[in-house]
């Protein structure tokens, strides 16, 4: 072998061990929480079906061909049996489905369902707390407090790091085994190793694409950005106009709204004559319906002299959602707005988001992304098996570093692009970093006196 070519081929083992060292180290960061955010998020794609399997006795009732009794007096019978202030209503989705009440009552907000046609109660749900709710606490971590949240946004970035480097490590060089086929058994590390590069390759685009569409709703840097692409006009995405005035109040504090309209303040009404009683909720859930609200829309209802009715809907189709907000008095539209209206960089976001929680294409999107969860819960899984079986024991078998220190050096340039966009990301990367430093120069100090 020539002097080139056997540089050539030191300099590659270099570069492979740099960038098998960092995978290691996004392994080691990620693959918990990715267990948990695949299970947690393969769950919540069918949120609806398991909410409604589980409630049954409670949100569904028996179609009827009889006229339902107004949503006023289903709003007065939900109220009578769990006392309380009301603050949303929800009509009913389909025939066979009760309207919903949510109320503020002394032992805290009740979800309260009422059958449509007979105006009985049929059974009570904490609000924002069915078992689907707290799945998807736990998979954005809020479950376990704001600061929780945070992590979030670091796991998605080390993510993002160990697909990138994980492709370069499953890239053939001229091999065919372990490619896109298994070789051994599962007694053999090459087995695991196998199914572990096998199933990264197939499902590594997944976890780019849950990872950056997830970002969104991160704490920092989805803060960051929402406030660039809405953070004008009263958080209203641009081409919206907002000719009437507005409050303090924002519309995600009485309900959880899209990404896009987290920063939107809610219009104010005009008080009419003295003593004028408006349109009531009757009047605003009729004024819906003829704006043609996809059905399943919420009613927020007015919070004081100067509040709104606000019917929302944000349906798996994206093309069908709207948030209007109604004057109580005269119960003219004093904002109308859909998808439609958001700028680019809110309408590719929300498309993004739709399609991570599995509602943009339907059975096809849940059935896709679920077996997509499951490949990352077998890659997570293949991945432990394997180190386990290659590990020195009693040691951590982190990947030897490479002969030529330069070239981890590169590869944090390359991270450091990736950092400064994402910066919790970034700032963990130096921590890593550093912790990298001391176990190398821990390691160098045991070989000096070894030697």
Request: aromatic content about 10%; proline content about 6%; glycine content about 12%.
């Amino acid at each position: 072998m020539s002097r080139t070519s056997a540089r050539s081929s030191r300099d590659a083992s270099d570069l492979y061990r740099a960038v098998w060292r960092w995978h290691f180290y996004a392994g080691l960061i990620a693959i918990p929480f990715l267990i948990l955010l695949a299970v947690t998020g393969g769950l919540y794609l069918f949120k609806d079906e398991i909410d409604q399997w589980l409630n049954a006795d409670i949100v569904r009732v028996e179609a009827q061909s009889s006229t339902a009794v107004s949503p006023q007096q289903q709003l007065d019978a939900a109220v009578a049996a769990h006392p309380g202030e009301a603050f949303r209503y929800v009509p009913p989705a389909a025939s066979n489905l009760a309207a919903e009440v949510d109320i503020t009552t002394a032992d805290g907000k009740q979800a309260v369902y009422v059958d449509p046609y007979t105006g009985e109660v049929t059974g009570t749900i904490p609000y924002q707390g069915s078992v689907m709710w707290i799945v998807r606490t736990i998979h954005s971590l809020n479950y376990f407090g704001e600061t929780a949240s945070l992590i979030i946004e670091i796991v998605g970035g080390w993510s993002i790091l160990l697909v990138l480097t994980g492709i370069y490590l499953w890239w053939p060089r001229g091999r065919r085994g372990g490619v896109i086929s298994v070789r051994a058994t599962p007694s053999k590390r090459m087995f695991w190793r196998d199914l572990h590069a096998v199933t990264g390759i197939f499902v590594g685009g997944f976890i780019l694409f849950l990872a950056i569409t997830g970002m969104p709703w991160s704490t920092v840097w989805g803060s960051k950005v929402n406030e660039l692409a809405n953070g004008h006009n009263f958080g209203y995405p641009d081409g919206v106009r907002v000719n009437v005035p507005v409050s303090d109040e924002r519309l995600a504090e009485r309900e959880t709204t899209t990404w896009s309209l987290e920063q939107a303040r809610l219009p104010e009404s005009t008080p009419g004559r003295e003593g004028a009683p408006g349109i009531g909720l009757n009047g605003a859930v009729a004024e819906f319906d003829e704006l043609g609200l996809a059905p399943g829309y919420g009613v927020n209802l007015p919070s004081g002299p100067t509040g709104v009715y606000t019917g929302s809907i944000y349906p798996d189709d994206l093309s069908r959602q709207r948030v209007v907000h109604l004057d109580r008095y005269s119960g003219e539209p004093l904002l109308d707005m859909n998808y439609a209206d958001y700028g680019p960089l809110g309408k590719s976001l929300e498309w993004g988001i739709n399609v991570h929680m599995g509602q943009q294409y339907g059975l096809a999107n849940q059935l896709v992304l679920a077996l997509a969860c499951a490949g990352i819960v077998l890659l997570c899984v293949s991945s432990g098996v394997m180190w386990w079986k290659r590990r020195p024991s009693g040691k951590l078998g982190i990947p030897p570093e490479p002969k030529d220190p330069r070239r981890l050096r590169g590869v944090l340039a390359l991270l450091a692009i990736g950092g400064v966009i994402f910066p919790l990301v970034g700032g963990s990367m130096i921590v890593m970093a550093v912790v990298d430093a001391l176990v190398r120069r821990r390691g160098a100090r045991r070989a000096a006196t070894t030697a």
